[in-house]
Nanobody
Framework: QVQVVESGGGLVQPGGSLRLSCTTS?????????VDWYRQAPGKQRELVAT???????NYADSVKGRFTISRDNAKNTVYLQMNSLKPEDKAVYYC?????????WGQGTQVTVSS
């Protein structure tokens, strides 16, 4: 069974950086999955933050363009979200979704708090 685990969240000051990891296990075909990062702040809907396709193409929400970078290491079954110049409004639980045409898998989320 495919499992997705996020890690790397924490407390950071405004302007700081964090790198989130999304690691998938239970499949030898990780390279064919596209992976999305979502976030959900308290009282708000879950929003798509960044996407990386199985071919390595990327896309970002306007709110994070130029600050966040998504990348993947297929040898490690891992997708990263490098977050720079963090703002208080980036505070949320960040979720990873690994998916292909037959379906997708969610992780449990990792908390990111941006506060001085």
């Amino acid at each position: 069974q495919v499992q997705v685990v996020e890690s790397g969240g924490g407390l950071v000051q405004p302007g700081g950086s964090l790198r989130l990891s999304c690691t998938t296990s239970g499949t030898i075909f990780f390279s064919i999955y596209a992976v999305d990062w979502y976030r959900q702040a308290p009282g708000k809907q879950r929003e798509l933050v960044a996407t990386i396709t199985n071919g390595g193409s990327t896309n970002y929400a306007d709110s994070v363009k130029g600050r966040f970078t998504i990348s993947r290491d297929n040898a490690k079954n891992t997708v990263y979200l490098q977050m720079n110049s963090l703002k208080p409004e980036d505070k949320a639980v960040y979720y990873c979704n690994a998916h292909k045409t037959s379906g997708g898998y969610w992780g449990q989320g990792t908390q990111v708090t941006v506060s001085s």
